[in-house]
């Protein structure tokens, strides 16, 4: 239980200071960057307006403290203000979230599917076919940046052969709905962005999950196992890669950051219309009150799915349960 | 990989552990070369980096002359075409190693140290001194880097600085906390004990005791990084956010992206920086992958027969 409320606690006080980072930023860096953004605020909603100067102390003659404790509330009452085409900014990401979600949120299964199943295997059959070509491969392949591989699929596949899209989430001209035709549309258009990240970031669990793996093979509760005369895949899945998945499970907080980062790296190589492609436009369009949110909402994604992952681990590992 | 590659690799075990009385150097030197990985990855550094000492005597063109055809394909003149103001992306490619190379190293190192002394420091002084870096260490690990790196850069103005500056604040979280777990197993160590019986000072243990101990790992850490930072500040300036006058691999990608290079049939102008950039990572990550095999035997490859018998 106590692992439990540590990680708890490690996920409001990372929230608390991401939140701060925001509040920070604007007020320490040099330049009066947030001052002339504000300015071509004229006319607007006054009470969002407010919420922005508040975020970024832009004629705001209270006292930090209480400009703070404002900002505070504001987040989490969700008044984030108004992105430079004057819609909330919440209303904003709230129509582009659904897109990355689906697309980061897919590819990560595949890529955590294959990573774990290939670096168990690889590792089981060490020295083996699969062992000798799959995780050199993919490892040199985790390092390429995600654009490059994105580029190389673009041009192989849309430019050169012409089979699949060459940017954004549907056709122009179709209509959203339901129907087959445009669920297969959608998809045709996911396929080049999605399988540049499955890509890039299945060699990062291979090569975690293979050493992982190597390691625990070595254990002696392995060798008991063996000795009993238990069938192989049960001593790989039940004995081994149980024990091994468990620092993946942990690494999953670095990862995801690193994941979502490319996420946004390759809906812009794409011009795919998420979030990631709405964090360029609005660096491109000095849109700070659009950005600093979805900075957050980026922050509160990895925050989460850390969390999940442990809960999980606490799930899988009875050591962390009374630790 | 070779049966061949496998068991020429499985070799340098046995000298390694004979010539312990040889200098750590030596003993380092030769499992470099006997590790195909290592042998790999520093024959592509080395080039990177002379390269970067002497472009003008490989790419004779001024990188940043629009003064050719435009949007030519490759040819002996051009052997990566131009791009579509006129300049020849070869020339390009190769004055911009120099800049990115220096960002890369520079971000890595200063990183390093901060690593090393924020992950020493916690391991050794413990107690708040302890918990406190620790907590960084994690809200720094946990932060997402491309969004944070994002923000950061947007309020700067654009630049070499800039970049070295936010990469470095970004990125030294990871090897912070895996220096912390190396310095908690060296804490109840005699060496230490005996410094601390002579009097001496914390931050000299930390830095004359602790840290040259820790050398290989550093070592690696800076590797590890290295193969961060090149993506990163390529993904940056790909986006951006770099300075768009400064020439490196990632501004070149923004004007190729921005020019729409790959619909335009002008592949090479986009994908020669991008692998640039891919060759550069990779040549760390082999480094660094042989470095991991080098300090921890269980990695290494195994002969044909032992793998049988386990299987």
Redesign the interface.
Known sequence: MRYVTRRVG?FL??LW??LT??FI??RV???N?ATSVLATFHGVNPAALHALQIEFGVNVHENLVVTYLQYIANCFTGQFGLTAQRVPVLTEIAGKLPWTLALVGVTTIIAFAIGTLVGVVSA?????KLD??LP?ML??VA??????VG??L??VF??TLNWLP?SSNYSIGATPSLSLSFIGDVLTHAILPGLSLVIVTAGLWIYSMR?NM??T??EDYVKMGRAKGLPSWRIMTDYAARNAILPNLTGF??Q???V???S??VE??FSYPGLGYL??TS??D?D?PL??A??LV??L???VC?LLADFLTAGLDPRTRDA | ??TAA?ASEAAPVEPIIATREQGSTARFMRAVLHNRKATAGSVILLLIVLISAFPGVIARDDPQAAIYGQDLGPSWQHLLGTTQLGQDVFSQVIWGTRLTLIVTVVVSAIATIISMVIGVTAAYVGGLTDRSLS?LT??F????????????A????PGTVTLIVVLTLTSWA?QARQLRSQGLSLRARDFLAAARVRGERTSYIILVEIIPTMTSLIVASFLGLS?FV???A??LQ????GNSTELTWGTM?YYA?QGGA??A?N?WW??AP??A??VM??G???VN?AF?EIGNP??R????R???T??
């Open positions: 490690l006080i990372t200071a991401a980072v925001n930023i604007p860096m040099p330049g960057e089981w059959r060490r020295g083996g000798g070509i050199p490892f040199i390092t390429f940046p995600v654009f490059f580029l190389l673009l041009y849309a430019v060459l050493n190597i390691t093979l070595a907080a670095m995801l950051g690193y979502l980062g490319g946004i790296l812009y190589t964090f360029y660096t491109t000095h700070l950005m600093q979805l900075f980026y922050t994604a990895v925050l850390v | 990989m070779s496998i907590l994690d809200i690990l946990i932060l997402p880097t491309l969004p944070l790196l994002i923000v950061l947007s309020y700067l103005p990871f193969v090149v993506g990163f390529a993904g790909f986006l951006g956010l990608l992206q790959l619909e049939g592949a986009a994908l991008g692998a950039v891919a990572g990779a760390f990550a082999l992958y991991d269980a990695l490859p195994v002969r044909k032992r793998a049988r386990t299987a």
